[in-house]
């Protein structure tokens, strides 16, 4: 079983919709979970990090961590061509400290 | 935006040769990584570091081999490059203690390609 588990897409969604991005991951003694964006040919980008059961919002961007069903998903709202991108599901393992990478979701919003 | 820099952006090299790929940060990261990334695919850690002196293997084996003399600085080496070293090297640093979020901070990438 991977680490991380995520859905490779593409994912194409209408302008203005809701885009819903999923993850999963196997390491009880994770702390920390985050997603990242990833333009072609760019560097990831932090978008939003999560720690606490529950949803975190910031701007159009909500993430969503269920830390018993080992789940954390990604909600972009009012999504935007420019939105389009691979996004990294991502979480800090508590033994190592280490940062592992899902294989990431492509995310294509349509004009 | 962060302070983390990587050279060369991009480097064509023949088979054989001995390739260093440069990784500086200013932010005073104790924590550095190489990760390494092909066209459309996942990232994965190939080296890390939590400071001077201190170098680890990661999850993907690789021939290259990293050094940390100086906090700031995270050089990658690959003593003969071959074709199957072809890829996307992107080094990352991150804070370390109280101050650590996990966030990782990413260089711009350097695109190695062995002919």
Redesign the interface.
Known sequence: QKEVEQNSGPLSVPEGAIASLNCTYSDRGS??F?W?RQYSG?????IM?IYSNGDKEDGRFTAQLNKASQYVSLLIRDSQPSDSATY?C?F?SGGY????????TKLQVIP | EADIYQTPRYLVIGTGKKITLECSQTMGHD?M?W?QQDPG???H?IH?S?GVNSTEK??LSSESTVSRIRTEHFPLTLESARPSHTSQY?CAS?AAGRA?????F????SRLTVL
């Open positions: 702390q920390s985050f990242y760019k560097s990831p980008e932090l990090f990294l991502a800090l400290q280490k940062v592992t990478f899902g294989i990431g | 924590k990584y990760y695919m996942e990232l850690l890390y939590y990661g999850d992107l991150s650590n979020t996990g966030e990782l990413f260089g711009e990438g």
